[in-house]
């Protein structure tokens, strides 16, 4: 049975049992399906991620810059960086930034040390950066080739040079009708988005259908399911997408 067919039988069948919440995530971020206290998890991915494989030239430009840090925004990007290009990595002297726990512990599983921001978003892992490099040091900024400008505008803004070096990239998937279809459901009691992307794609697809709280992790998101008309719910996400899901299942479940 196919990813789509089989998520599609799973809505039918759990139809009217339980509360469930929605999430938009790819698929290579999430395991699917899972029971959270009173809440069941959905992943409907509206987003797919296409690695971008070994690049002689991606290499060459990081060597020919010659970072002083190297910054990773996702533990996915984390683990192709170091699949195609672990020496770059496991010889590298300087500090890496992670922005948030996910990410720094696949950092780590590499033996390397990582800096997290205590705000665990773009605007966070700015200010971290920027307090501590020194003016004119070189950031290597490793991530998705459809990654906002925020991070970059901030760093370089602040005396520092950051460049992106994109290892992967996220196009839309095919799976709108799923997320209709889940709207309609009476059970349905909120979705996560996790990426601008994502918020765009979402409003494209269901424009004021949404009538249940919509949940955003990160601030870059959070703007931008507002700059297209929606409400963010409380509690905003920063990048541990679990920590999020066990917040609202506080709230939902144990009030």
């Known amino acids: 049975?196919?990813?789509?067919?089989?998520?599609?039988?799973?809505?039918?069948?759990?139809?009217?049992?339980?509360?469930?919440?929605?999430?938009?995530?790819?698929?290579?971020?999430?395991a699917g399906t899972r029971k959270v206290r009173c809440l069941e998890i959905k992943n409907i991915p509206l987003t797919e991620i296409r690695p971008l494989g070994y690049s002689e030239t991606l290499r060459a430009e990081i060597n020919s810059f010659s970072p002083d840090s190297l910054c990773f925004t996702s533990a996915y990007g984390?683990?192709?960086?170091?699949?195609?290009y672990p020496d770059?990595?496991?010889?590298?002297?300087?500090?890496?930034?992670?922005i948030g726990d996910r990410t720094?512990?696949?950092?780590?599983?590499?033996?390397?040390?990582?800096?997290?921001?205590?705000?665990?978003?773009s605007p966070g892992l700015a200010e971290l950066i920027l307090e501590t490099l020194s003016r004119g040091e070189r950031v290597a900024l490793i991530r998705s080739g459809n990654a906002d400008t925020m991070l970059p505008e901030m760093l370089n803004e602040g005396g520092l040079i950051a460049r992106d070096y994109h290892i992967y990239e996220v196009t839309a998937s095919h799976n709108g009708s799923l997320i209709l279809?889940?709207?309609?459901?009476?059970?349905?009691?909120?979705?996560?988005?996790?990426?601008?992307?994502?918020?765009?794609?979402?409003?494209?697809?269901?424009?004021?259908?949404i009538r249940v709280p919509v949940y955003a992790i990160g601030n870059t998101t959070a703007k931008k399911l507002r700059d297209l008309g929606y409400a963010v719910s409380n509690p905003l996400g920063e990048s541990n997408f679990d920590d999020l899901i066990m917040k609202?299942?506080?709230?939902?479940?144990?009030q």
Do not use: W
């Open 104 to 121: 720094g512990e696949a950092i780590e599983e590499a033996g390397l040390k990582a800096m997290i921001p205590d705000h665990k978003d």
């Open 88 to 98: 770059l990595i496991g010889s590298f002297r300087g500090k890496i930034f992670a």
């Open 1 to 30: 049975m196919s990813s789509r067919k089989a998520m599609a039988t799973a809505f039918s069948e759990h139809e009217c049992q339980m509360p469930f919440i929605i999430s938009t995530r790819p698929a290579e971020k999430d």
């Open 181 to 209: 279809n889940a709207l309609d459901s009476s059970e349905l009691s909120g979705i996560i988005v996790t990426s601008p992307m994502e918020a765009t794609i979402l409003v494209n697809l269901a424009g004021p259908k």
């Open 78 to 84: 984390v683990r192709e960086f170091l699949k195609y």
């Open 248 to 254: 609202i299942s506080e709230r939902y479940c144990l």
